[in-house]
Nanobody, 114 residues
Framework: QVQLVESGGGLVQAGGSLNLSCVVS????????MGWYREFPRKQRELVAV??????EYADSVKGRFTISSDKDRNTVYLQMNSLKPADTAVYFC?????????WGQGTQVTVSS
């Protein structure tokens, strides 16, 4: 029943910015974790930025450059990405977890050119 739909990916030059959005629908009550992950080619999916309870957690590689936020009731989650680097090029996924179950969006490609 839960659906996550991402938008906002695309092609940007190094030093530029992008805003990713994730709209969550269905039964969205009381997710324990929600936020953003990414996959590099031939690598496992890794945490970028998540909301856990009343706090947030960021990967060291994006601290100071990316900011996660959400609307009231957390039906939409955002990732503001500034000072983008070619190393940020990846497929970005919105994800959420509740009761031992994980939910994922389809992913959105972010490509940063030099």
């Amino acid at each position: 029943q839960v659906q996550l739909v991402e938008s906002g990916g695309g092609l940007v030059q190094a030093g530029g910015s992008l805003n990713l959005s994730c709209v969550v629908s269905g039964n969205i009550f009381s997710f324990s974790v929600m936020g953003w992950y990414r996959e590099f080619p031939r690598k496992q999916r890794e945490l970028v930025a998540v909301i856990i309870g009343s706090g947030t957690e960021y990967a060291d590689s994006v601290k100071g450059r990316f900011t996660i936020s959400s609307d009231k009731d957390r039906n939409t989650v955002y990732l503001q990405m500034n000072s983008l680097k070619p190393a940020d090029t990846a497929v970005y996924f919105c994800g959420a977890r509740r009761g031992g179950l994980s939910y994922w969006g389809q992913g959105t490609q972010v490509t940063v050119s030099s």
